[in-house]
């Protein structure tokens, strides 16, 4: 797990050594152990810094070079099944340098070629692979997202990286303008989303895709698409996850485990724990309501893990948010980054490796609102005109618990799930107090083209997994990123190995949701290992109190932040509404802490990433 960069110029020049070097030095926190430059002499530098996981000498080192000399890889992430891959390699090589999954990548990428590489490989990944035979550059991403690729295009050439202040600050793209249609999608997804960014001209690569760089042209290619239908036929769930994290334990370093108190994680904790000593780590709040570190502490005395608490308080706070704008270096709205981050830190006092549940809940309709879309499912599949008339009627009887304005813009049940991933508020805020459109996420947009025709149920409720996946997943796996290697920790997910993938796209939603409760399948496992009481109590999180914590410890800061942002920002917001919707919050009369905390942090973000001095001067 470490952090990549490199410029790719068009044409023979300047090869910006200071940039990449300064740009090491900045993210020297995901990868503390060692940092290398390579360049190729004439237009292709790339810059390498290494948290050493697997094989820790030397030889793990990169940039890596084929022992041909005529290919170079920088690779940010685990590769797992690496065996399987050294049995593809037999025709062609049947000895390495080192024990690194690196070196088992590079040869894939020499002899079996991108794609087949790309398909056969199990892990997480950000990579980018040099062809000096070609001049060829490829960057490529893993399958769901789990690890970062940020790009930058200009006439000159192509800046990538592992953080998005490293593309927005070079001298190719500094003088860029800023996105509107970026921000406004922050603004209501709480993060940005792929294939765009907040300046023009950036991005951040699209999950499951690959771009090659060769003669001047950019070419960009998918090669994996979590599927809308059901493929493959059904498998045992324990028997998919065990093989799962049984293979994501394989590590040089100390290993150990998130543990929530949540289904995902406690599951998660416990395949770990049946192969090896494991230390599990949970962050408390002294709130009787929100706090779910008790439970997490029950589950891991039946597993007799080595388990760690500890709490976050008021005090933390300023702290925190300093640390949080530094660790993310493009806006991100999701406060539970805070508890994220400080989680990162205790867990990184003993182990380098930390396995998580993300990923559960969107790939077995987990969330509340799966449940609640189901129910929704035969109001949509009736015409608008229809859809308009029940409504109407609705508002004459005043049913409990149906919200009518929520419904009456909607064009399709699509539309209405997307919006139900936006942040809480932006629905009604964003229009009210942002003067531009909001661009659409690329995802929702291929989704609507793709899925023409939802003739039940079944196909309703899997394009809400397909939506949860694709968009609403981003934002967490973001958020783990940042978070764990700002504290040099990897973090891995086992229940986004390519099995479980797999295995979650052969299941109806009916294996899943029952009477009203999602994830059923999961729960069931849980609960025959555990009981009943602990697995069925309601899941939180690593929750915080933040809504009164802006109306004490962090009013002040907020409130003069948002009334007096930098004009460039400014011009995007309408200054009487944001007023209003602060006096509503502060006032306690509404809570709105997601979408003031959006505002805040993209303001943040902007003071302390945009014109860095460190990477400008």
Same mark, same amino acid.
């Given at each position: 797990m470490c952090g990549i960069t490199g410029i790719y110029n068009f044409k023979? /020049?300047?090869?910006?050594?200071?940039?990449?070097?300064?740009?090491?030095?900045?993210?020297?926190?995901?990868?503390?152990?060692? =940092?290398?430059?390579?360049?190729?002499?004439?237009?292709? #530098?790339? +810059?390498?810094?290494?948290l050493a996981i697997r094989d820790l000498s030397p030889k793990g080192n990169q940039p890596m070079l084929s022992d041909c000399g005529n290919y170079c890889i920088t690779f940010n992430g685990e590769i797992y099944n690496t065996e399987n891959l050294k049995k593809l390699l037999l025709p062609y090589r049947n000895t390495?340098? &080192?024990?690194?999954?690196?070196?088992?990548?590079? !040869?894939?990428?020499?002899?079996?070629?991108?794609?087949?590489?790309?398909?056969?490989?199990?892990?997480?990944?950000?990579?980018?692979?040099?062809?000096?035979?070609?001049?060829?550059?490829?960057?490529?991403?893993?399958?769901?997202?789990?690890?970062?690729?940020?790009? +930058? =295009?200009s006439a000159e050439g192509i800046v990538y990286s592992s953080q998005y202040d490293h593309i927005i600050n070079h001298p190719y793209l500094n003088k860029e303008d800023i996105n509107p249609g970026a921000v406004g999608a922050f603004l209501s997804l709480g993060y940005i989303p792929e294939g765009g960014g907040a300046y023009y001209q950036t991005s951040l690569l699209l999950h499951g895709h690959y771009y090659v760089i060769e003669?001047?042209?950019?070419?960009?290619?998918?090669?994996?698409d979590y599927p809308i239908a059901q493929t493959g036929a059904p498998e045992n769930i324990d028997d998919i996850l065990s093989s799962?994290? =049984? &293979? =994501?334990?394989?590590?040089?370093?100390?290993? /150990?485990?998130?543990? *929530? /108190?949540?289904?995902? &994680?406690?599951?998660?904790?416990?395949?770990?724990?049946?192969?090896?000593?494991?230390?599990?780590f949970t962050i408390g709040v002294k709130d009787n309501i929100l706090d779910e570190s008790e439970t997490a502490g029950q589950f891991a005395a039946i597993f007799k893990t080595r388990h760690h608490c500890r709490y976050i308080y008021p005090a933390d706070l300023l702290q925190l948010i300093k640390d949080n704008t530094k660790a993310f270096t493009e806006p991100f709205a999701d406060f539970s980054s805070l508890p994220s981050l400080m989680l990162s830190k205790f867990a990184k006092e003993k182990v380098t490796v930390a396995l998580s549940g993300? /990923?559960?809940?969107?790939?077995?309709? +987990? !969330?509340?609102?799966?449940?609640?879309?189901?129910?929704?499912?035969?109001?949509?599949?009736? *015409?608008?005109?229809?859809?308009?008339?029940?409504?109407?009627?609705?508002?004459?009887?005043?049913? &409990?618990?149906?919200?009518?304005?929520?419904?009456?813009?909607?064009?399709?049940?699509?539309?209405? !799930?997307?919006?139900?991933? !936006?942040?809480? +508020?932006?629905?009604?805020?964003?229009?009210?107090?942002? %003067?531009?459109?909001?661009?659409?996420?690329?995802?929702?947009?291929? #989704?609507?083209?793709?899925?023409?025709?939802?003739? %039940?149920?079944?196909?309703?409720?899997?394009i809400v997994r397909k939506l949860e996946t694709d968009i609403h997943l981003q934002r967490i796996l973001l958020k783990v990123d940042r978070a764990s290697m700002y504290n040099s920790l990897e973090v891995r997910v086992p229940l986004l190995s390519n099995k479980v993938l797999d295995a979650s796209a052969a299941l109806?939603?009916?294996?899943? @949701? @029952?009477?009203g409760q999602g994830k059923m399948n999961l729960k069931r496992s849980l609960i025959n290992k555990t009981n009943n009481q602990l697995v069925m109590k309601p899941k939180k999180g690593f929750v915080i109190p933040m809504a009164e914590w802006m109306r004490t410890s962090i009013k002040n800061d907020i409130t003069e932040k948002l009334l007096d942002m930098p004009q460039h920002l400014a011009v995007l917001f309408n200054k009487q509404q944001l007023s209003r919707l602060l006096k509503e919050h502060m006032d306690g009369a509404n809570d709105w802490s997601w979408f003031i905390w959006a505002a805040y942090s993209l303001v943040n973000w902007d003071s302390f990433h945009r014109n860095s001095k460190t990477l400008l001067s």
């Open positions: 023979r /020049g300047h090869l910006h050594h200071d940039y990449v070097r300064r740009s090491l030095i900045t993210m020297h926190h995901r990868g503390p152990d060692s =940092q290398c430059i390579w360049d190729n002499k004439e237009n292709y #530098i790339t +810059g390498f810094c290494r390495f340098i &080192s024990t690194s999954d690196t070196e088992i990548l590079l !040869y894939c990428l020499v002899h079996l070629g991108l794609k087949e590489t790309l398909l056969a490989a199990d892990g997480i990944f950000a990579f980018a692979f040099y062809d000096a035979r070609k001049n060829s550059l490829a960057l490529a991403r893993d399958r769901v997202g789990v690890k970062p690729l940020y790009i +930058g =295009q003669n001047g042209r950019i070419e960009t290619n998918k090669y994996y799962s994290v =049984q &293979s =994501q334990l394989i590590s040089d370093v100390p290993i /150990g485990t998130f543990m *929530s /108190g949540g289904v995902d &994680s406690t599951l998660v904790t416990y395949f770990a724990s049946r192969k090896t000593a494991i230390n599990s993300d /990923g559960g809940d969107e790939l077995f309709w +987990g !969330y509340a609102r799966n449940a609640s879309a189901l129910k929704n499912t035969r109001f949509y599949n009736t *015409s608008r005109l229809a859809r308009k008339m029940k409504l109407l009627l609705a508002k004459l009887n005043k049913p &409990s618990g149906f919200t009518i304005s929520r419904h009456w813009h909607e064009n399709n049940f699509i539309s209405y !799930y997307y919006h139900a991933l !936006y942040i809480t +508020g932006a629905l009604a805020w964003v229009p009210l107090i942002f %003067n531009e459109d909001a661009a659409e996420d690329a995802y929702y947009s291929e #989704i609507k083209n793709k899925a023409t025709r939802l003739a %039940n149920t079944e196909d309703y409720m899997n109806s939603y009916t294996d899943c @949701i @029952i009477n």
